[in-house]
């Protein structure tokens, strides 16, 4: 197993940068980058749910330093994508 959460950062869409994240560790969030057993239960890195690491999505906000992305549960995935999808929307407008 290998954790990297000692350093998180989140993709901010509107500012187009990283910005400092951190998850709350009173509630003992165990949120690897990587696991080698497919069932061992993780926390999701946006929410906190217990799922399966095997179950889990990387985010596609929430980074370490060298761009890995931490786990997120399948309705945190959805919420990133559909934030991601809107923002696309929104500059295409922009673009015409």
């Given at each position: 197993m290998i954790t990297t959460d000692y350093f998180m950062q989140k993709w901010n869409l509107q500012k187009a940068k990283y910005e400092p994240y951190t998850k709350p560790e009173e509630n003992g969030w165990y949120c690897p980058i990587y696991c080698n057993d497919m069932n061992e239960l993780v926390n999701c890195t946006e929410c906190g749910k217990q799922v399966e690491y095997g179950d889990t999505f990387t985010s596609?906000?929430?980074?370490?330093?060298?761009?890995?992305?931490?786990p997120v549960c399948c309705e945190c995935n959805i919420m990133e994508f559909e934030l991601e999808n809107d923002h696309i929307t929104r500059i295409k407008k922009d673009c015409k």
């Amino acid at each position: 197993m290998i954790t990297t959460d000692y350093f998180m950062q989140k993709w901010n869409l509107q500012k187009a940068k990283y910005e400092p994240y951190t998850k709350p560790e009173e509630n003992g969030w165990y949120c690897p980058i990587y696991c080698n057993d497919m069932n061992e239960l993780v926390n999701c890195t946006e929410c906190g749910k217990q799922v399966e690491y095997g179950d889990t999505f990387t985010s596609r906000f929430i980074h370490n330093r060298t761009g890995f992305g931490f786990p997120v549960c399948c309705e945190c995935n959805i919420m990133e994508f559909e934030l991601e999808n809107d923002h696309i929307t929104r500059i295409k407008k922009d673009c015409k």
